[in-house]
């Protein structure tokens, strides 16, 4: 432990990762470097796998080191300083009755959680009985919340374009883009609007990359790169006319997965200044201790998620056998089903999952996670996600070889949880639980007969004003997604979808993911920049000659052609590790046991010569 820390952890944070040292993975941001904690994670089992990403989780609370790169961490005194001078600023927009809103936006799970964060602060105000203040924006709509569409997030036009429908008529807004990377074009079109009517806007930007990591490359059709954008914002910082909220949390326990650590931080950080605001308003000065206090409840909800290690586990190993040829249905009550939800969305675009592999439920539907589109069930056959639903149209094709996770709280209707679970156990004995208590709360028996397999939480009672009920809401939620970020990517790399830390059947969707795929092919095959790209592309287009029209298309163009191919990575890997053509690599890969089976069973064709990154802990260029 250091000796440096200058507060008293709840949980034992671990010491300064390698990959804060200067030169590791050097052109890469934090949030696509490979975390060195969880290099060996596609050879662990269940017990290490829950252990190792417990303690990439813990980085979130790790602290600066002042004798390494100055990375500015979740309790250093510029964030702790920015999240109060964030607050002050929504607290402002309480206090205006008609002009005042504050709105979250972001892609994918940075969207879903901006709607998570709405939703809970309106709710808030409504048992003040004061109007709404909260709104959300997510790239691709509302069909998002259920459905990933990664492609809107590359669109600055359209980002800009939201955020002025619904800040129509508003004086005093106060704009929270989340892009985790410090990636998204959306969001940057939305920043790039709030800077250029500083009089109507704040703009705040959240993330975990510096901004001197940033996304560089150009975003097509635009004036500006990410990273511009992000350096405009960041002029403004000292005048208070724009803040970026921004600290270190270390990369992704599996490479670039910012739905992660990415995630948590994000909600960590917005719900704790967004609180404070609120308690601002009823007259309390927002001060360091105020953040703190909140801050260290996420640590004590660390703790006390991670004390379940045994039973994560097991649940992870149930998912990954019902993954073989089943499925994983998570039913939530009240937000935890929205929670469900994000963890089972975000399966497809990171594992490569068909829809119907995960599917997260939530009880009222669409009424109660209170969409700005309502009913999107008629959308298709994955939209429907209430427990009626699942009930109607689910449940009867149930059968020994599928998981049936169901999450709730003490206070919800344990009566209709039952009756749920007894359902289920109709059609398969692989039902599980995820229950969360107050303290001196307890299961009735008859639940616990019903389910054997309990992960079961109990939360101390919390003597903290008004903002105590939330405070253990917020805790429940961010334990349940650790839970089951875990058990779904612990599922997944048991599953062989994940080669050392590295995704490596995602869906090529977007630019970030073009990018993403040819800076991994670097690091495992340890060819040049120029040679991977050339065989992204012949994996793309299933063509060993690629002609100078394919050439000359653009990145969105390759993501388009990208999109209705499934294995390109994991083929373009294969092609390259044996210097074969592309269609004998795609042969192998279909014809190995698992992604991981056919990289590895590459890297050691005799006579193939190690690649650079090999062990090295050394980094490819990627931009
Ligand atoms: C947005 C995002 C992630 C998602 C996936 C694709 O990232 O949609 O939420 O998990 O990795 O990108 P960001 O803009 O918040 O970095």
């Known amino acids: 432990m250091r000796g440096t820390r200058k507060y008293q952890h709840v949980i034992e944070t671990p010491d300064p990762g390698k990959w804060e040292l200067a030169g590791y993975e050097e052109s890469l941001p934090i949030s696509e470097k ?49 999240m109060g001078d964030i607050a002050k600023r929504v607290q402002e927009v309480l206090k205006d009755p008609e002009g005042g809103l504050v709105v979250l936006s972001g892609c994918g799970t940075s969207g879903r959680l901006a709607l998570l964060l709405a939703n809970s602060f309106n709710l808030l105000l409504k048992g003040q009985h004061r109007a709404p203040r909260y709104c959300y924006i997510m790239s691709g709509g509302d069909r998002s919340i259920v459905s990933a569409q990664e492609s809107p997030e590359d669109d600055p036009h359209v980002g800009a374009q939201e955020l002025e429908k619904v800040c129509e008529g508003k004086k005093n807004v106060v704009f929270v883009g989340i892009s985790c990377g410090l990636s998204a074009p959306f969001i940057a079109g939305q920043l790039d609007l709030c800077m250029r009517h500083l009089d109507v806007y704040l703009p705040v930007l959240v993330g975990c990359n510096p901004v001197s990591m940033a996304r560089n490359d150009p975003i097509e059709g635009w004036h500006s790169s990410f990273r511009q954008v992000a350096e405009r914002l960041q002029a403004l910082h000292e005048s208070h006319k724009g803040f970026i909220l921004n600290p270190a949390v270390g990369p992704e326990a599996v490479s670039g997965s910012s739905r992660m650590k990415g995630g948590s931080a994000t909600k960590i950080l917005l719900e704790t200044l967004l609180l404070v605001a609120h308690k601002a308003d009823s007259n309390v000065p927002v001060t360091e201790k105020c953040l703190l206090e909140i801050l260290r409840t996420y640590e004590r909800a660390h703790k006390v998620t991670y004390s379940q290690s045994k039973k994560i586990a097991a649940l992870m190993k149930q998912t990954a056998t019902s993954l073989q040829k089943g499925h994983l249905y998570i039913l939530g009550w009240g937000t935890l089903g929205l929670v469900g939800i994000m963890a089972a969305v975000e399966c497809g675009p990171t594992f490569q999952a068909d829809w119907r592999d995960v599917r997260g439920f939530v009880t009222g539907g669409y009424d109660s996670i209170e969409n700005k589109e309502g009913d999107l069930s008629s959308l298709g056959p994955e939209f429907p996600i209430s427990h009626e639903d699942f009930v109607r149209n689910v449940l009867p094709s149930v059968s020994e070889t599928d998981a049936v996770l169901l999450i709730f709280t003490l206070d919800d209707e344990l009566n209709q949880i039952e009756k749920l679970a007894a359902l289920v156990k109709e059609k398969t004995s692989n039902i599980q639980c995820i229950s969360h208590a107050t303290a001196g709360q307890y299961l009735p028996n008859s639940l616990k007969k019903t389910i054997p397999s309990i992960i079961g939480m109990t939360w101390p009672i919390l003597f903290l004003e008004y903002e105590g009920t939330f405070i253990q809401k917020f805790q429940r939620e961010l334990s349940t997604k650790w839970i089951l970020d875990t058990v779904t990517s612990g599922a997944y790399a048991l599953r062989g979808k994940i080669f050392r830390n590295f995704m490596v059947d995602f869906k090529i969707t977007n630019s970030k993911l073009f990018h993403r795929a040819a800076s991994v092919l670097q690091r495992v095959t340890g060819q040049s920049q120029q040679r991977c790209t050339e065989v992204l592309l012949q994996s793309i287009y299933g063509e060993q000659t690629l002609s100078e029209q394919i050439r000359n298309r653009t990145i969105a163009g390759h993501v388009g052609a990208a999109a209705s191919q499934d294995k390109v990575l994991p083929v373009a890997i294969v092609s390259l590790l044996r210097n074969c053509a592309v269609q004998e690599a795609r042969s192998r890969v279909d014809s190995s046991a698992s992604i991981r089976a056919a990289i590895e069973s590459s890297l050691n064709v005799p006579g193939r010569k190690r690649g650079a990154e090999e062990g090295s802990g050394s980094e490819g260029r990627s931009r």
């Open 34 to 82: 490979s975390n060195p904690i969880t290099r060996e994670l596609d050879k662990s089992d269940p017990s290490q796998l829950v252990q190792l990403l417990r303690d990439c989780d813990a980085e979130i609370f790790q602290e600066e080191d002042a004798n390494l790169i100055h990375y500015h961490r979740l309790y250093s005194e510029s964030v702790l300083q920015t």
